[in-house]
């Protein structure tokens, strides 16, 4: 599906991304570094700009397509890609261009003409690249299914092991996602008869040129998944702790203080008491002084506490039934069998 040399550079981007990109995405976020919402401006500008700035590098690296070689476009005619390359060569040729790679510049010139003139030919440097002519690939439905199956297991692997644990859940619904996008996109450019892009926007861009460009992205968009996903993943379980933790400590400052209530009503009716016990009525029954006893402050403080005690033991319960989820930290052991995985099945299916 892709050459030696895409499968190099997407191991390239992909430590790129894991170990340098990352780690200053997360110092970006860091809690208190800046304002919630400048950070998560300050993250995507920086990923946003570095993805740019890589593609940008990586296609000046891989060097002008054929089309551009011949400055025609991939709707052009073999007679006005053979006039276009009439006109070059009189400019090009060794013999005419002063420049040291002169011989270079023409067996480039002749090589693009070569392809773009033979319509198989053009047609496997569409799909494929010039990989695919080097190879004499033929596009195969069964193969083509079967790499593309091979590549996205791939990365579905290894976008689920780095988004492991709680704080990473958006941030694997979002990866997977992108996926998912790009897989469908992906069979929709290669099967189709004819290049789906629009000609007035890439007049030049083959359907190889198109799947390399969201091959090279999607690094750099599951990178921004994982940053952005931890950065605004929220813990309802430990903010319930909290909560529950906070209603405790309120319920024992309340009971202190009813405590002490209590015992200066105690203290207060104690010595009442003692000075009005003549004034009694002999007449007065049980029954009544029972009521009275009930409808005292005391009674109802003691009222009041017996409540706040029950609420206290319904809570520290549900203090008790939370229980810790230890898969936040996903397992380092599993981080390089990743790694050593993604290199061996880069190479073994290159």
């Given at each position: 599906?892709?050459?030696?040399?895409?499968?190099?550079?997407?191991?390239?981007?992909?430590?790129?991304?894991?170990?340098?990109?990352?780690?200053?995405?997360?110092?970006?976020?860091?809690?208190?570094?800046?304002?919630?919402?400048?950070?998560?401006?300050?993250?995507?500008?920086?990923?946003?700009?570095?993805?740019?700035?890589?593609?940008?590098?990586?296609?000046?690296?891989?060097?002008?397509?054929?089309?551009?070689?011949?400055?025609?476009?991939?709707?052009?005619?073999?007679?006005?890609?053979?006039?276009?390359?009439?006109?070059?060569?009189?400019?090009?040729?060794?013999?005419?261009?002063?420049?040291?790679?002169?011989?270079?510049?023409?067996?480039?010139?002749?090589?693009?003409?070569?392809?773009?003139?033979?319509?198989?030919?053009?047609?496997?440097?569409?799909?494929?690249?010039?990989?695919?002519?080097?190879?004499?690939?033929?596009?195969?439905?069964?193969?083509?299914?079967?790499?593309?199956?091979?590549?996205?297991?791939?990365?579905?692997?290894?976008?689920?092991?780095?988004?492991?644990?709680?704080?990473?859940?958006?941030?694997?619904?979002?990866?997977?996602?992108?996926?998912?996008?790009?897989?469908?996109?992906?069979?929709?450019?290669?099967?189709?008869?004819?290049?789906?892009?629009?000609?007035?926007?890439?007049?030049?861009?083959?359907?190889?040129?198109?799947?390399?460009?969201?091959?090279?992205?999607?690094?750099?968009?599951?990178?921004?998944?994982?940053?952005?996903?931890?950065?605004?993943?929220?813990?309802?379980?430990?903010?319930?702790?909290?909560?529950?933790?906070?209603?405790?400590?309120?319920?024992?400052?309340?009971?202190?203080?009813?405590?002490?209530?209590?015992?200066?009503?105690?203290?207060?009716?104690?010595?009442?008491?003692?000075?009005?016990?003549?004034?009694?009525?002999?007449?007065?029954?049980?029954?009544?002084?029972?009521?009275?006893?009930?409808?005292?402050?005391?009674?109802?403080?003691?009222?009041?506490?017996?409540?706040?005690?029950?609420?206290?033991?319904?809570?520290?319960?549900?203090?008790?039934?939370?229980?810790?989820?230890?898969?936040?930290?996903?397992?380092?052991?599993?981080?390089?069998?990743?790694?050593?995985?993604?290199?061996?099945m880069s190479y073994f299916f290159k």
């Open positions: 599906m892709s050459g030696g040399g895409d499968d190099i550079d997407g191991l390239t981007g992909f430590f790129f991304y894991m170990f340098i990109v990352h780690p200053i995405t997360a110092w970006i976020l860091r809690p208190g570094r800046f304002e919630r919402k400048k950070s998560i401006l300050y993250a995507i500008g920086f990923l946003a700009s570095l993805a740019a700035v890589k593609t940008g590098m990586s296609m000046q690296a891989r060097g002008p397509s054929h089309y551009q070689i011949l400055n025609v476009t991939r709707d052009s005619n073999p007679l006005e890609i053979k006039r276009a390359y009439k006109k070059l060569s009189l400019t090009l040729h060794p013999d005419k261009n002063p420049s040291p790679t002169a011989s270079d510049e023409f067996d480039a010139l002749k090589q693009a003409y070569d392809v773009l003139m033979d319509m198989e030919f053009r047609e496997v440097y569409n799909k494929f690249g010039l990989d695919g002519i080097n190879a004499n690939k033929r596009f195969d439905e069964s193969q083509f299914f079967m790499e593309l199956g091979i590549f996205y297991m791939t990365w579905g692997m290894m976008a689920y092991i780095l988004t492991l644990g709680k704080k990473s859940g958006d941030a694997r619904q979002w990866t997977f996602t992108g996926l998912i996008i790009m897989l469908v996109l992906e069979i929709s450019i290669m099967t189709a008869q004819t290049n789906p892009l629009p000609s007035a926007l890439f007049p030049t861009w083959t359907e190889y040129e198109a799947v390399w460009l969201l091959h090279t992205l999607f690094p750099a968009f599951m990178n921004g998944c994982r940053s952005l996903g931890s950065y605004l993943y929220v813990d309802l379980d430990k903010q319930a702790r909290q909560l529950l933790l906070a209603l405790q400590e309120q319920n024992k400052d309340i009971l202190l203080v009813l405590r002490d209530v209590q015992i200066c009503t105690q203290s207060i009716q104690a010595n009442g008491a003692s000075g009005g016990g003549a004034a009694r009525v002999a007449g007065v029954g049980a029954p009544v002084a029972a009521s009275v006893v009930g409808a005292t402050p005391t009674g109802k403080i003691k009222e009041l506490q017996d409540r706040l005690q029950a609420s206290n033991t319904q809570v520290n319960a549900a203090v008790k039934d939370i229980k810790f989820d230890g898969s936040g930290k996903s397992s380092s052991m599993g981080f390089y069998v990743m790694i050593v995985g993604y290199i061996a």
